[in-house]
């Protein structure tokens, strides 16, 4: 424990260094250029590992719109990732629409679907939310399970891949690239948006709901706007998912799915950008890297959830509260 | 089978399994209003609950036979061993956050529940059990349906529960505690009520009802497995915001119309049983838009 302590004193330290503004861009450039140069050099095993990376990442920004900047708890971000992919999936595969038109559709169920089940559930104490979430994931999972239009238990198959630039998409460095720009895009989103009124208004809702309220901030607007972005960035990740696999079936939207998504944002940092993309890092490389804890993986998961909560709440890399 | 037949078919299942309901929305709704904590486990100990008898069941039947001697000392051995893992789970999990933000506490419930569900994952492989006893398929046969004696004695197991959780809540010392602290905490913590105690009480006693109703759902459909918590979990919460979510009458009241609407609706044209569990959900969201504090909750507005 005192080990574990110190470590974090030392990461502590790390991040404060960062804080320097000068630094920091050097590290991103860095990063970034690392990023780019990989496919060069790395295999197709370490690619694939990094593109669902930048999957998850771009997940977990979604739901850390949700937990992190407006502090309510979505337990079935699946549900709108499904929500995405299905879209895409049937309207590419069934109808022969082309990829790109099928994102606004996502877009638009997505959204939807987060206001149906925000609209009602915002209104009263945040914890209905909680378990509204829970059940609408398992809910929507039955759906796509008992549908015809959805493939039932077998699922979908044979979702067209899309051409960009007259690049036909079908290696793995194209999705890796093609995910990247997805992560750059939903860091810079929620970038703005924490920086906006918007966000400014979550963070004093996740403060203190009622204060927030006496000073004219519509409460439960404001978090139905958190809640439907979050649910639109999950549709969006879907859509990509779905040209990716070019197959999904309903058991890819379990309820561990959105467990795991919640767990990357809380290990990482509620709320912060680079902490939300370092959690999401370490949910894809953990189960690589100990391939042996296999089927207990998510009783770790459970307990590791617990412990942070306890001992470190605000995660591995903290949102620096002014 | 008559339209008729059909219907008191269906009342007998309704009544049965939203007494299941009941019995799982009481632990729900009574951590609810003493610590305002939805509590996501909940219907993962319902699941501990229905292997913890299983497991003594295999113990004693030995002895005892897999009558209902051997189902009533598993049953009782059950409620005991989850009640206090229950109190164990609050001690650990819950106790060092009450005071922290609530998203803190309602993200440590999930974990306890993945923790839960998955260490039984790992223990039975992921397979079925065979929940075996001696139980016959006597009963007493209305037309062409037949009420067996196993279900008559579920019915009044629960109801006997029930009745004697009410009168624990209304007649001892220990129930009133609880309903003062679900009032007022800081009051009575100034009155002398021990509060860490009587929450864990209050776990002990939502646990212990779990247990019994997991371990009865064992009796009646004759297999358990480790998913067979999650499901129960959301509709138990479901009859619990039916009823009032903080109200004990109310959650027993909840579980049986939860039943009964499930039982009926899955005869309903358009809602095969496939689609049962998304019935019950939109109910629950049909609720939360018109009647959020249910039949007999109470109507204050409550926020974070």
């Avoid at chain 1, 970034?32 to 977990?60: D, G, H, S």
């Avoid at chain 1, 969006?236 to 040209?243: K, N």
């Avoid at chain 2, 223990?123 to 009420?147: H, K, P, Q, W, Y």
């Avoid at chain 2, 569990?277 to 049909?286: M, P, S």
């Amino acid at each position: 424990m005192k080990n574990l302590i110190a470590q974090t004193r030392l990461m502590d330290g790390i991040y404060k260094a960062l804080d320097n503004k000068l630094i920091r861009y050097g590290v991103y450039l860095l990063l970034v250029t690392l990023v780019i140069l990989t496919p060069l050099f790395a295999n197709n095993y370490v690619l694939e590992i990094l593109t669902n990376t930048w999957f998850y990442v771009v997940l977990c920004l979604g739901l850390n719109i949700v937990v992190g900047y407006a502090g309510l708890l979505d337990l079935g971000y699946a549900a709108f990732f499904a929500i995405g992919a299905y879209t895409t999936g049937i309207l590419s595969s069934v109808f022969g629409m082309n990829f790109w038109l099928t994102i606004p559709f996502s877009i638009v169920l997505s959204g939807i679907s987060g206001v149906v089940i925000g609209g009602p559930t915002l209104r009263l104490r945040s914890d209905y939310l909680a378990i509204v979430t829970l059940g609408f994931g398992e809910i929507t999972r039955l759906v796509v399970r008992n549908l015809s239009i959805t493939g039932g238990a077998s699922g979908l198959i044979g979702i067209n891949r899309p051409t960009v630039f007259g690049v036909y998409l079908s290696k793995i460095n194209h999705f890796y690239y093609m995910f990247f720009i997805l992560v750059l895009i939903a860091i810079f989103v929620s970038y703005r948006l924490y920086h906006s009124r918007l966000g400014r208004a979550w963070q004093y809702i996740r403060e203190d709901e009622d204060a927030a309220e006496a000073m004219g901030i519509d409460r439960v607007k404001f978090k139905l706007y958190a809640f439907v972005i979050g649910a639109i960035f999950g549709g969006v990740a879907g859509s990509f998912f779905a040209i990716k696999m070019t197959a999904i079936s309903p058991e890819t939207f379990i309820f561990t799915q959105s467990a795991m998504i919640l767990l990357a944002v809380v290990l990482g940092g509620m709320g912060k950008i680079p902490g939300v993309v370092l959690g999401a890092g370490i949910l894809v490389l953990f189960p690589e890297i100990f391939r042996a804890v296999g089927q207990s993986r998510m009783l770790l998961f459970g307990i590791v959830l617990i412990v942070i909560m306890i001992f470190r709440p605000q995660g591995i890399w903290p949102d620096r509260r002014n | 089978m008559s339209l008729q037949e059909i219907i008191l078919q269906q009342l007998i299942n309704g009544i049965l399994i939203g007494s299941f309901y009941s019995l799982v929305a009481l632990g729900y709704t009574m951590v609810y209003g003493i610590i305002k904590l939805l509590n996501f486990a909940h219907g993962d100990i319902y699941m501990v609950g229905a292997f913890v008898g299983f497991v003594v069941l295999g113990l004693v039947s030995g002895i005892l036979g897999a009558g209902w001697a051997g189902i009533i000392i598993s049953m009782l051995a059950s409620m005991l061993i989850v009640g206090l893992l229950g109190v164990g789970i609050q001690r650990v999990a819950y106790r060092p956050l009450l005071k922290a933000p609530r998203l803190s506490i309602l993200i440590t419930a999930v974990g306890v529940s993945l923790v839960l569900y998955n260490f039984v994952m790992v223990l039975t492989n992921g397979e079925f059990m065979a929940f075996n006893t001696d139980l016959s398929f006597a009963g007493i046969d209305l037309g062409s349906v037949r009420v067996t004696y196993t279900q008559m004695i579920l019915v009044i197991a629960t109801a006997s529960l029930m009745l004697g959780l009410h009168w624990f809540i209304n007649k001892t010392m220990y129930g009133r505690a609880m309903r003062a602290i679900a009032i007022d905490q800081d009051a009575c913590r100034l009155m002398g009520i021990n509060v860490n105690k009587t929450i864990a009480l209050t776990f002990f006693v939502g646990s212990a009802l779990a247990a019994a109703a997991g371990v009865m759902a064992g009796v009646y459909y004759g297999s358990i497995n480790f998913f067979m918590g999650f499901v129960i979990g959301l509709k138990a919460f479901t009859a619990a915001v039916i009823g009032g979510i903080g109200s004990i009458p109310g959650a027993m009241v909840g579980g049986l119309i939860l039943g009964l609407l499930e039982a009926i609706g899955t005869q309903l044209p358009m809602v095969g049983s496939e689609w049962k569990d998304v019935f019950a959900f939109v109910i629950l969201i049909l609720l939360l838009v018109f009647k959020p504090t249910g039949i007999l909750g109470k109507s204050e507005i409550e926020r974070m």
